[in-house]
């Protein structure tokens, strides 16, 4: 069973400090990564994906993919308060399928 | 607008009453599936279709049906729920050639079985 590992967290960060999410992955044939993000009780939102190895930036998100480690993260700079919530890391599968890590829960504290 | 649209949202009920969850998208999407989210899990696909009339089992189909007669709708079915089935589903849909960052997902349903 291919598997997606996250620190369950939760993640306490001050309001303006960058918060660091970090996902690991089982499969070295997996060529799509995801970070969604998910307030409770809502459905998942997907706010980056990545492909390739390096960095990529989205306002004030960064995925950062690293193939031959296999982990793949997420670094929120200038923390809001309203970006605490729970961040799913996915990956695919052969098929189009995606594993789903269980998930860090991220607090920002004013 | 394009949604993916789940009933019930919240919904009780005892073991063994057969229940069906709906869910319709409106995008013309083939590819649909359903997940469960449990605590410290995360998101774990039970059933997925392809296209209308093509579905299989994913990671964890055990006790659960679907069925896909029209291309928009994908119900899932629990023909004996028990509590081991209480949990956060959702639903989700994408075309067949897009990638997996245009997947949608339904709002889920909350399903409490006592």
């Known amino acids: 069973q291919k598997e997606v590992e996250q620190n369950s967290g939760p993640l306490s960060v001050p309001e303006g400090a960058i918060a660091s999410l970090n996902c690991t992955y089982s499969?070295?044939?997996?060529?799509?990564f995801f970070w969604y993000r998910q307030y409770s009780g809502k459905s998942p939102e997907l706010i980056m994906f990545?492909?390739?190895?390096g960095d990529k930036e989205d306002g004030r998100f960064t995925a950062q993919l690293n193939k031959a480690s296999q982990y793949v993260s997420l670094l929120i700079r200038d923390s809001q308060p309203s970006d605490s919530a729970t961040y799913l890391c996915?990956?695919?599968?052969?098929?189009?399928?995606?594993?789903f890590g269980q998930g860090t829960e991220l607090s920002v504290k004013p | 607008e394009a949604q993916v649209t789940q009933n019930p949202r919240y919904l009780i009920t005892v073991t063994g009453k057969k229940l069906t969850v709906t869910c319709s998208q409106n995008?013309?999407?083939?590819?649909m599936s359903w997940y469960r989210q449990d605590p410290g899990l995360g998101l774990r696909q039970i059933y997925y279709s392809m296209n209308v009339e093509v579905t299989d089992k994913g990671d964890v189909p055990e006790g659960y049906k679907v069925s896909r007669k029209e291309k928009r709708n994908f119900p899932l079915i629990l023909e004996s729920p028990s509590p081991n089935q209480t949990s956060l589903y959702f639903c989700?849909?994408?075309?067949?050639?897009?990638?997996?960052?245009?997947?949608?997902f339904g709002p889920g349903t909350r399903l409490t079985v006592l």
């Open positions: 990545i492909y390739s190895n």
């Open positions: 995008m013309n999407h083939e590819y």
């Open positions: 996915a990956v695919n599968e052969e098929g189009g399928k995606l594993i």
């Open positions: 499969d070295r044939g997996s060529q799509s």
């Open positions: 989700a849909s994408r075309t067949a050639t897009g990638g997996l960052n245009e997947q949608f």
